[in-house]
């Protein structure tokens, strides 16, 4: 007896057998957005990938830090997409040097922290009282 139904889609890891050896956009549950090139994956939607870029955006601008070879535990992927190698040069962002991307993203994340503190306080001042603390690592 055949478990496979005709005109049925996977909806399992067995869906990106289509994808190997293909290009990919992965975003992390933490946020990274990596780039690089699909070689393998297992039931559990493990992701090994070659070539890998993390790419960081701060607002019109982008940078690259290559990361070779990746491994990805399947349940830290939130999106996973195909890049169209045709439209991967039109980006209408500015890249910039690492440098430069990993300090305005740091600087990002310092105002996003005085923001929310700001909030906070704000909320406080009401009578909102909040036990859970989060930490940005830098």
């Known amino acids: ?3 496979f139904i005709p005109g049925q889609i996977f909806t399992t ?8 050896d293909r290009k990919l956009l992965v975003v992390l549950r933490d946020g990274r957005k990596l780039i690089g ?13 070659q070539d890998t870029i993390e790419r960081i955006y701060v607002g019109d ?12 535990r399947g349940e830290n992927v939130v999106l996973l997409g195909e890049i169209d190698l045709d439209k991967e040069d039109e980006l ?4 910039v040097p690492v440098e430069e991307i990993l300090l305005a993203q ?5 105002a996003r922290q005085k923001r929310e503190k700001l909030k906070n306080k704000l909320l406080h001042d009401q009578g909102f009282i909040f036990s859970i603390s ?5």
Request: glycine share 4%; hydrophobic share 45%.
């Open 106 to 110: 740091r600087e990002e994340m310092e």
């Open 1 to 3: 007896m055949d478990n």
């Open 61 to 72: 601008a982008y940078g690259d830090i290559p990361r070779g070879i990746f491994i990805i």
């Open 13 to 20: 890891s067995a869906s990106l057998v289509d994808s190997v």
């Open 92 to 95: 209408p962002l500015r890249q």
């Open 134 to 138: 989060i930490s940005i690592s830098s």
């Open 37 to 49: 090139v699909l070689r393998s994956f297992d039931q559990f939607a493990n992701l090994v990938l």
